[in-house]
């Protein structure tokens, strides 16, 4: 069965750091990229920061630049979310997501709350 289970949630103050793991098992963990993506009440999912699966390429949207740091263990089965300088409009439920690159499987994990208070 594939699972990703993300935690590390919570209430924070603005201008604070949360750093999100994600476990991941089920599947070649490291055949695959992955991305943390972000949805806020009303609004359209957001592609934050992706990896590759050797770990060597990110990406990042650029409201999140200098801010986040996406990270991986291969060794653990793990994606990790480094979030520093958190500002109110991070409030929004992240998302794990992998997506392998040639044929496009891709697995979703049921996302953990992050808010940020003014």
């Known amino acids: 069965e594939v699972q990703l289970v993300e935690s590390g949630g919570g209430l924070v103050q603005a201008g604070g750091s949360l750093r999100l793991p994600c476990a991941a098992s089920?599947?070649?963990?490291?055949?695959?990229?992955m991305s943390w993506v972000r949805q806020a009440p009303g609004k359209r999912l957001e592609w934050v920061p992706a990896?590759?699966?050797?770990?060597?390429?990110?990406s990042y949207e650029d409201s999140v630049k200098g801010r986040f740091t996406i990270s991986r263990d291969n060794a653990k089965n793990t994606v990790y979310l480094q979030m520093n300088s958190l500002k109110p409009e991070d409030t929004a439920v992240y998302y794990c997501?992998?997506?392998?690159?040639?044929?496009?499987?891709?697995?979703w994990g049921q996302g953990t709350q992050v808010t940020v208070s003014s």
């Open positions: 997501h992998a997506e392998h690159p040639v044929t496009r499987t891709n697995y």
């Open positions: 089920g599947f070649t963990f490291s055949s695959y990229a």
């Open positions: 990896i590759d699966s050797g770990g060597g390429r990110k």
